[in-house]
């Protein structure tokens, strides 16, 4: 059976959909990323497209290239090289290697602990003639510094499937202190090796109620510094578990809610994933956790980690998800950073199935209570009669127009030849006729040179729009309506 979402509303908005196949005897075959997507490319006036399988976590070929027509044949010899191939990707030491080297690492005296930063890996002496020619730290690696590998290690920021954002403090201390007044005592973080390390770390000052926390990442780095029982090297697009079933079954212990400790799933992924496969990885976990638990018809507790216009497609994906006010702050983004002069707008936002009335937004930074919406909101998001909501979705105060029935961007007229609201100066009349992407009426979207697509071999390779830096553009325009969302920074 293929729960494949209806033709017209690919995920990517390119006219490529994921097919997820749940129950099939077919076995995507495997690239270094583990267990490869299977994709439909719609072709014109074609009822079923052509399907082609490709990596689930790249979606930028330079970062993975596997690609294979459904119904191709592969030639042994071709199987063999992508056995190698994928050997050859695994990282250098297993996790219970990494986990000695470390025990050792902490033994030597500080004088001898060292850091390669261009292999990002902490050295033992015996590491040192082959990392000779490197940039090495060795300054004061100190057990403090150890518990901040998110401050140590470098973030992955120029490799465009696993861009890492991380936390500024403000966001992660909200977030943990959210998840703690909830009740919960145990966090699944994934992808999320900031919030994971606040944890750890609080609870070494003793000073609140000890918290679990468990950290499922894809970057491998990270098994340097956590133990298996706190760490999988895992991929959130296939629901893939690096390293084979006893990682897996870690992870399963620890959805286990023993003495009443409740447990809640915090991600935040690559802005430029795909939500349909991240979805079904999360509906999963959220299965594996009911399977878990006494009360069968519950799902687990989420926050999903997302910019704001991807709300109707996580939604459709999630119905029990509210998308929350609350802006999400990261260190090391230009765009999504608190600016010097004032606060700059984070497109950032909480998804979650938690009771939305529950999660305290701080007073401080503006977010008031809407009796009548039963949320707390920002501060711009003024509640609208007519549309009986707090209309907002970017935090400036949204006005309502006649006309179209609804509330819009403050930046935004009516235009009566478009016959609905839109910027002063958008290609007027155009209507849909021209380009969504750029604006060009020479072409249409699916045409336009300045976008990424995810490619069959053989086509010209986008730009590769998939990094956080490029989430402030949707992927997708699925409608009219959901146009109307694209973000604009007027
Ligand atoms: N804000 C978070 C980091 C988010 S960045 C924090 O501060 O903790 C996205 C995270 O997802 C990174 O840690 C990255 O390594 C991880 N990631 C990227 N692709 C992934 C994949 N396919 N599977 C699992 N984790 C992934
Ligand atoms: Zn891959
Ligand atoms: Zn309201
Ligand atoms: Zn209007
Ligand atoms: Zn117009």
């Known amino acids: 059976m293929h729960a494949k979402a209806t033709s017209n509303d690919s995920d990517d908005g390119y006219g490529i959909d994921v097919v997820l196949q749940q129950g099939s ?4 075959p495997s690239c270094p990323h583990g267990p490869t997507l299977l994709f439909e490319k719609a072709n014109k006036g074609e009822e079923n497209g052509r399907r082609f399988y490709a990596c689930s976590a790249c979606r930028d070929r330079k970062d993975c290239n596997f690609f294979q027509w459904e119904d191709e044949k592969v030639s042994e010899a071709r199987l063999k090289a992508r056995e190698e191939e994928n050997r050859s990707k695994k990282p250098p030491f297993s996790h219970s290697e990494y986990i000695s080297r470390f025990r050792e690492f902490v033994s030597l005296p500080l004088d001898q ?6 292999c990002q890996v902490l050295l033992l002496p015996r590491d040192w003639d ?5 940039l090495t730290l060795s300054d004061d690696i100190t057990v403090a510094r150890l518990r901040r590998p998110s401050l140590l290690l470098c973030p992955l920021e120029n490799k465009k499937s696993n861009a890492q954002y991380l936390f500024a403090d403000r966001s992660c201390h909200f977030l943990l202190d959210m998840l703690s007044t909830l009740g919960f005592r145990k966090v699944l973080c994934v992808g999320t090796p900031r919030l994971h390390e606040l944890i750890k770390l609080r609870n070494t000052e003793g000073t609140s109620e000890a918290m679990k926390s468990m950290l499922l990442d894809i970057d491998f780095r990270y098994s340097q510094f956590y133990g298996q029982d706190e760490f999988c090297h895992y991929n959130m697009f296939n629901h ?12 399963r212990d620890f959805l286990r809610e023993e003495e009443g400790s409740k447990v809640v799933m915090v991600t935040d992924p690559p802005f430029g994933g795909l939500v349909k496969p991240l979805a ?13 638990q006494a009360n069968s018809q519950a ?3 989420m926050v999903w980690i997302f910019p704001y216009f ?6 459709e994906c999630f119905s029990s998800f509210t998308m929350l006010d609350y802006q999400v702050d990261y260190d090391n983004h230009a765009l ?19 009771p939305a009335r529950d999660i305290v937004l701080p007073k401080e930074e503006g977010y008031r209570f809407c009796a009548l919406c039963e949320r707390y909101v920002s501060s711009g998001n003024k509640h609208c009669s007519k549309c009986n909501v707090c209309p907002s979705k970017d935090g400036r105060e949204w006005r309502h127009c006649a006309d179209c029935g609804k509330c819009v961007k403050p930046s935004w007229q009516h235009c009566t030849t478009c016959g609905r609201c839109a910027l002063p100066d958008h290609p007027c009349g155009r209507g849909q006729t021209g380009c969504f992407n750029c604006g060009s009426p020479r072409h249409k979207h699916r045409a336009c040179p300045g976008k990424l697509r995810l490619q069959p071999k053989g086509k010209a390779k986008g730009p590769g729009q998939t990094t956080r830096a490029a989430a402030g553009r949707p992927a997708k325009k699925r409608s009219r309506k959901a146009h109307r969302k694209k973000p604009s920074v007027t």
């Not at 079904?280 to 009911?290: A, C, K, L, N, V």
């Open 240 to 251: 893939h578990f690096f390293g084979g079933n006893e990682p897996a079954g870690v992870f």
């Open 336 to 354: 999504y950073k608190h600016g010097k002069t004032g606060r700059k707008q984070s497109p950032v936002r909480l998804f979650t199935n938690l």
């Open 130 to 134: 082959e990392h000779s020619s490197h």
């Open 113 to 118: 602990r060292r850091f390669c930063v261009d």
């Open 280 to 292: 079904h990885s999360f509906r999963q976990i959220s299965d594996t956790w009911r399977e878990l």
């Open 299 to 301: 799902e687990m507790p």
């Open 25 to 28: 005897d077919k076995i995507a």
């Open 310 to 315: 991807f709300e109707p497609r996580i939604v």
